[in-house]
């Protein structure tokens, strides 16, 4: 979920000077180029309040629920919130009570969709933030420090004060100022070229004349308009030329025509859902609107809010089009029959979505300008409706997900003539995200359906025809699970036709035909909820206070490692890993790119001093190396650390290199549980770790009525998913110390790893960790290797090291939780007790199995 | 003593591509701007070897020897040692035995002449570097942990190894191939302007052109060559443009002529004795070499040899010409009756010295070009001798000290026919430094003695008439001495021209005549010493062990407050104090200036938070203000502190202040210890403290032999001169905390004045000291205020805050050790023992004493 978590959530608010308005908006500001946003103003929690001038009480609610644990969270939660809350108290809602927002419960629930916590499970931050809801029943709220749960004592008075609208100024006077003295300025219709290569066409003519200019020539050029993309294909290099294309009025269109509706590329998905829902409540033909209203509500469903506010409509399709991208929109913007304008150079095309999508992947020189959706109406006079249902099957069902499959089906619905049956025409049955180059269209199940009478027979060939129509590439995961997902969603689309014709007389109901939703998942119930309650007998046990520091999370003022700032002549660096699981580490090299020309140094194995020891963690099952040399023993193990000047330069830096492998003469790798058995590979187990028999498991078995003779688990890893990544800042201080900074489980481990590795006394070794962002586990040895990788680059270079892993270098890295198998044999009575247990455990506990599972030793457990 | 410490020294190496030579001298950074030294090469202690690496032989054996203790002025000490080895192995001398250097043991003692230490007191410095010397005997040195003393074992191969030449390599290859490579580039004789403003003409035509090109219109241009008058004069203001003139070769002329030398006048003083003496060295007339060599002699006391090598020897006479400065070397040239070539724009014109003094202070309009020094040769045909004779009062024979008077004597003495008594003529008599606008000469008693015979009658008149020319300043101190060492003066250069008279037949000694110097403190035998030995009974205590950190200090790796690195968003602050001992404040403003655009902003006491106390510093007597307001209780108390971006920003900034006082309604201060007693103005002395009798006093006194009645003892104030000045920096971190770095002697005790002083918990601050720069008593609690002051503007501007004082400001705002007038009466035996003792002490306990003695309350004890 990089890019996706939500915990960099900050305000944007942008000033309309003509209308003197300003609107506000969330945004993942790990996405956001600075030079998209001149003019906007930020606001992040910090600008909400802190502890010295005071907190907000979004802050203080937040603490006051125990809505934080490690608090990584709590700031990008903080201002979904306030976003939420602000928004809401602008709409035109009658006043509410005074003390509370205007925002609803049920909004409350979605408030900060989207916004991933690892620790609390929601529950306590849905309460804060429905704490200002108009309609909320304070006494249904979570355990919180402002009344004591059951005493009917819940009153807003006793809550930290909220002013209708936040209370917080989200766009400066300075700034109003200086936007309406610029204002001719900004509408001089010339390029504006801002500082770092940035170019901001205000026509398409600019955008050619730059794009002919020559002054791209061997630049890397990254067209923009919300960088969200960046979210999901990852920068592989540094650019050093962007073009801003935001700003071409042409793309920003909305043109209302009896057709349909024309919607500029440029628009952000929450906009284009703003339109179709306005759109579709100005339509006055019953079941008029119904495609514009499911494809808003499909469309909210996809991303986060914070995503979809500076996502555009076309950068999306567009993705689709160059990638196998899993796009929702493209899908069911297929299903609704869409087209496309283009720019080639001069020319302007209208095309459709489906030729577009099949065109070869789209270069700089076509612009897609907008997307035309035609309106589909029923007919009363030739008795024909139309029928339209999206689809999605993902992981979530609020969205925030990528689908396994998608579809979108529209078509007219008659009456056969002689038997009054539904039979359909003009079909278009679009599939998307289930391991396709793009969405397509089913073509001979849409031929094969019109016009026929749907009979068993004609549903079961569509079926087939289906079937060989959703094939997923090689390599997509539960292949088989997503083609009979997409005969689900047919049968289903197929099955609710019938439900439309009113019997016995058979007519269709064209006037409320689909209109109600099958799934209303959009407009959920409130999410149920229990809570075990403790009495106050042994006060002060069990009695609600705050939680030390959850203020200073969520006010930003909590200093995470990353926050420390950043020493002078500090240097970044980023993990260069193996990507094979057993071999020889024959060369270190680098593509030639922009990013490899940031390399300061790559610091590996020959830098450890002598004295010290190539040793990156330690537990009782023995020493991990810092650097597989020569040897490269798993796939995910670090081979040497990539300095560079920023962490970005690092981290793209790392992505230009080419590891050359040998594996000759090497044993092919364990990397089963089974494999590792067969190979007597084991770890030695200590002593002391290994269990000892408990009872007489004869006699428990005799006296069992039921009993399982033989048995198998096998439990998979599982990523340990802090929010926070591995990170450390190693600081080298006089006389051969080292101070670093580093988010730890075990802070007193990674000193001795540290020390050993450096070759340097305990003593001269200082690990301080403060907190982290998130832990369970994975913070314990497997952020030692961090530790010591950001001493060791400090030691050789002598000025502070600063290691921040990137998601994707992390979960290959540090790997997960790890992968089990077990045999078990016991025995129960018929009350379900258990009176016999024996239990072999089979732990992977290799390094990164993930990555490319190699076990190295097996633990075994009897 | 601010830029003249020594702590700072560097070695400049400086290569000449047509020779290929590399020239090493010593510098004060501190007075070194970085554009006067494009392409040459600076080592400093870290140069020379680390912990890491390994360290130089000198910094091992300042260590082996104990040479330092708080170790702040160790790396300047270091780089002294160093220059004068490396300068001396390049000598001709013969080779010295293997591990020692050719530096004898009489140049060792002034290796490191001018670099000042307050901790050891020299000799064990001088150990460490006589150590290197090739004609030491090592049985002599001190107590080192390399043998064992009077054990007969010391041995040059039991010391860290030296390398003859230094071992280091001071000038890098690159750097001389880039010399090269831009030599072309170099001698291309157009003005080169490099960054910052500043501008090095290569001609006195690009000169004038510059300065007649209106670029320098409203600016604060700053004419420089070595920039070391600003250890004088320190700079009062920003400057935006500097013009480097050292490069206009006119300025850098030497000229031997029969009638003298001229001297250009960008000539280093370093550079200026070695012409003078090599000319002395040439000069084959018996004593015609006499007034070179004196001078020569005399130069060498002149400041430092780290600011002789970079001082001018026109800008010393030019800081004469413009300023009351108590120059040696106008003094001794006016004497030489030296004339000096003035460029007055297009106009070149030779005047006397004394000429050029008497004119109204320079501009940029007048240059001068060089300074031409006379032969004077005796006549042996007219039988009539030169002589000439330099003499200098001041704190320290052997020079880096300014002279309370100093005087120059040149005459031609030839014998009266009749009497064959010696009669004068052609006089100089030039007095300097004793409080006059520029050096003089003492011209009616020139003329009253030309001719004349040296009767007491004449000599006693030219006393009279030397003391109505000699007249200091008002303001100046000891008038009176100063005055009679004048006379001094004259009278020993009088009674040494009989001395040169043969009898009985009376002829001059022309041949050797004063060529045998009265005063040999430059080339000084051997410093005596004497050392109290233990024996080793009580092994291992009193065996010589390496003190922790000596290394580290000697190698510069040890970090003071100030070497921390400035942490992200640093702002630097400069006290604004009282120059009133007891007035309201009513307004603090600042003149219009460079520097006063820098200030950010102003601290005071109405930044101290609601919840904090105006506290500065506490102790058992009570507390002390952090700020005088709404009244200035002393002079040197702190008003408030300016912030700007950088200490030298802050600094100047400050010196722009404009403090409007109010004394209405005030009684008058309390300056002396007597009116502290006539006001009854005590501090309460803690029950603890207070003496209690030991004895009886009657008796002992019944006892005595001889008594002493009744007498009073005065102590002055002293200032506690550590070598770092006060300085501190804070850092505001979450939650309400600071961490502040002091160095201070207290930090438990500084913790709780910061915590009062900001209103929050004592857990909320922590105070770190990892080392002093010397303390001496003065960083005990007067380190509080400086501490607490950066604690608050970090507080108040929530980023880090450092301050480090400036030498004056620390002089005037921190004081001294107390002034202490002491009553006692006493008894005593005949062979010296008391038998009574009676002892009334008043100490002055207020704040800077110094600065404008305010006592505000008086320890009494009995």
């Known amino acids: 979920m990089e890019r996706g978590c939500g915990a960099c959530v900050v305000l944007i608010a942008k ?22 946003i001149n003019f906007y103003s930020i606001i992040t929690t910090e600008g909400l309040g802190n502890t010295q001038d005071g907190l907000h009480a979004i802050q203080k609610r937040m603490s006051g629920f125990h809505a934080s644990q490690c608090g990584f969270c709590t700031p990008g939660m903080c201002m979904s919130i306030f976003t939420s809350l602000a928004n809401a108290d602008k709409s035109k809602e009658p006043e509410p009570l005074n003390g509370f927002s205007k925002l609803t419960v049920s909004e409350a629930e979605r408030a900060f969709s989207g916004n991933l916590c690892r620790c609390t499970g929601y529950r306590p931050i849905v309460d804060a933030c429905k704490s200002f809801a108009s309609d909320v029943d304070l006494e249904d709220l979570g355990l919180n420090i402002f009344w004591k749960k059951g005493d009917k004592h819940a009153d807003v008075s006793k809550l930290p004060t909220y002013t209708l609208g936040g209370g917080v100024c989200t766009f400066p006077d300075f700034l109003k100022s200086e936007i309406k003295s610029s204002l001719d300025h900004l509408n001089v219709s010339n390029v504006t070229v801002s500082g770092e290569g940035w170019y901001h066409p205000k ?22 308009v919300g960088n969200t993309g960046a979210g999901v294909y990852k920068d592989r290099d540094l650019y050093n030329k962007y073009i801003d294309i935001g700003g071409i009025p042409e793309l920003s269109v909305i043109l209302r025509k009896d057709s349909g509706i024309e919607i500029g590329a440029a628009t952000p998905i929450s906009r284009t859902i703003e339109i179709l829902e306005q759109e579709s409540g100005s339509i006055s033909v019953p079941n008029g609107s119904l495609v514009f209203r499911k494809l808003a509500k499909h469309m909210s469903k996809v991303a986060t809010p914070f995503v979809r506010n500076t996502a555009s409509l076309g950068g999306n399709i567009i993705l689709a089009q160059k990638y196998p991208f899993a796009s929702d929109i493209a899908t069911i913007l297929l299903g609704a029959a869409s087209t496309v304008h283009l720019q080639v150079a001069s020319q302007t095309l209208e095309v459709t979505l489906e030729e577009f999508l099949e065109q070869p992947p789209l270069d700089p020189s076509t612009l897609l300008l907008s997307i035309f959706i035609p309106h589909w109406t029923p007919d009363s006079q030739t008795q024909t409706n139309v029928v339209f249902e999206t689809y999605r099957a993902a992981p979530r069902p609020l969205g925030n997900a990528v689908s396994y499959i998608n579809s979108a089906f529209l078509g007219l619905v008659s009456l056969n003539e002689p038997s009054g049956d539904p039979v359909l025409s003009n079909l278009h049955l679009a599939f998307g995200a289930y391991g396709t180059e793009h969405a397509i269209r089913a073509t001979k199940v849409e031929e094969h359906l019109t016009g026929k009478l749907l009979t068993p027979s004609v549903v079961l060939e569509a079926v087939h025809l289906l079937r060989e129509t959703i094939v997923p590439m090689e390599g997509t995961s539960h292949p088989e699970y997503r083609v009979s997902v997409a005969v689900g969603f047919l049968f289903s689309f197929l099955s609710s036709i019938s439900e439309d014709i009113k019997g016995p007389g058979k007519t269709l109901n064209i006037s409320s035909a689909s209109s109600v939703d099958t799934d209303d998942l959009c407009n959920p119930t409130l999410s149920s909820r229990r809570e075990a309650l403790s009495g106050d007998d042994y006060k002060p046990v069990g009695e609600p206070i705050k939680k030390y520091g959850v203020e200073l999370q969520a006010s930003g003022e909590a200093v995470y490692v990353d926050d420390i700032p950043a020493p002078k002549n500090c240097l970044y660096g980023e993990f260069i890993y193996s990507t094979k699981p057993l071999a020889y580490v024959k060369s270190i090299k680098f593509k030639p790119s922009l990013a490899s ?20 963690s330690s537990y009782v099952f023995g020493d991990e190396l810092l650097f597989g040399a020569p040897i490269a023993e798993c796939a995910g193990q670090a081979l040497g650390v990539v300095i560079a000047e920023t962490q970005r330069y690092a981290d793209l830096a790392r992505k230009q290199v080419i590891v050359e492998y040998d594996t000759k003469d090497l044993k092919p790798p364990i990397l089963t549980v089974e494999q590792a058995v067969q190979n007597n590979s084991y770890f030695n187990v200590p002593p002391e770790m290994i269990p000892k028999q ?169």
Chains 1, 2 share one sequence.
Request: aromatic share 10%.
């Open 597 to 616: 020309e940031k390399i300061l140094t790559v610091i590996s194995a020959k830098d450890i001093p002598s004295g010290g020891q190539n040793i990156g």
């Open 203 to 224: 026509s398409i003519d600019q955008y050619y004349d730059l794009l002919n200019s020559g002054i791209f020539g061997d630049c890397c050029v990254k067209v923009v």
């Open 15 to 36: 000033y309309n000077p003509t209308k003197d308005e300003v609107s506000e908006f969330s945004a993942s500001s790990c996405l956001t180029l600075v030079y998209n």
């Open 694 to 862: 408990v009872g007489d498991f004869s006699k428990g078995m005799a006296e069992a009525d039921h009993k399982i003779l033989s048995t198998e688990v096998k439990v998979a890893s599982q990523y340990y998913f802090y929010m926070e990544t591995q990170t450390a800042l190693a600081i080298p201080d006089e006389d051969n110390t080292m101070v670093v900074y580093s988010a730890s489980q075990y802070p007193e481990l990674a000193q001795s790893v540290i020390a050993k590795c450096l070759g340097i006394p305990l003593n001269n070794v200082r690990v301080i960790t403060r907190r982290v962002g998130g832990g369970f586990g994975g913070k314990a040895t497997k952020s030692f290797n961090v530790a010591t990788a950001a001493a060791l680059c400090a030691y050789k270079l002598r000025r502070p090291v600063r290691m921040y892993l990137n998601r994707s270098t992390d979960m290959v890295m540090v790997g997960g939780r790890h992968p089990v198998k077990a045999y078990y044999s016991a025995g129960f009575k018929s009350d379900g007790k258990i009176t016999a247990l024996h239990l072999e455990v089979l732990i992977n506990a290799g390094i990164s199995p993930d990555a490319s599972p190699v076990i190295q030793k097996v633990l075994y457990q009897v």
